[in-house]
Nanobody, 117 residues
Framework: EVQLVESGGGLVQPGGSLRLSCAAS????????MSWVRQAPGKGLEWVSGINNRGGITAYADSVKGRFTISRDNAKNTLYLQMNSLNSEDTAVYYCAKSFNDIDSPRGQGTQVTVSS
């Protein structure tokens, strides 16, 4: 059974940072491309970033480029998203997903990120 468990969300002030984690199990993590997607209040799913199976290829949405960094530790079956310079538009539920850029791919239950002063 595929399991994706996100953590690390919370309340942060504008300009702050958070690091999200996604613990994966039930599939060969090191062979699978992964991504982060998010859903802001009242909006649809938005692809944020993708990474290939070895971590050597990454891509970002224009809205987060230069502020967010995706990475993975295949030995720990864990995906990460380092988020810096957060602003109110980054407020959303963040999900890790089992694909590079398909927002409809299997994802976890999500972790809430709220950027507010």
């Amino acid at each position: 059974e595929v399991q994706l468990v996100e953590s690390g969300g919370g309340l942060v002030q504008p300009g702050g940072s958070l690091r999200l984690s996604c613990a994966a199990s039930g599939f060969p993590f090191s062979n699978v491309e992964m991504s982060w997607v998010r859903q802001a209040p009242g909006k649809g799913l938005e692809w944020v970033s993708g990474i290939n199976n070895r971590g050597g290829i990454t891509a970002y949405a224009d809205s987060v480029k230069g502020r967010f960094t995706i990475s993975r530790d295949n030995a720990k079956n864990t995906l990460y998203l380092q988020m810096n310079s957060l602003n109110s538009e980054d407020t959303a539920v963040y999900y890790c997903a089992k694909s590079f850029n398909d927002i409809d791919s299997p994802r976890g239950q999500g972790t809430q990120v709220t950027v507010s002063s």
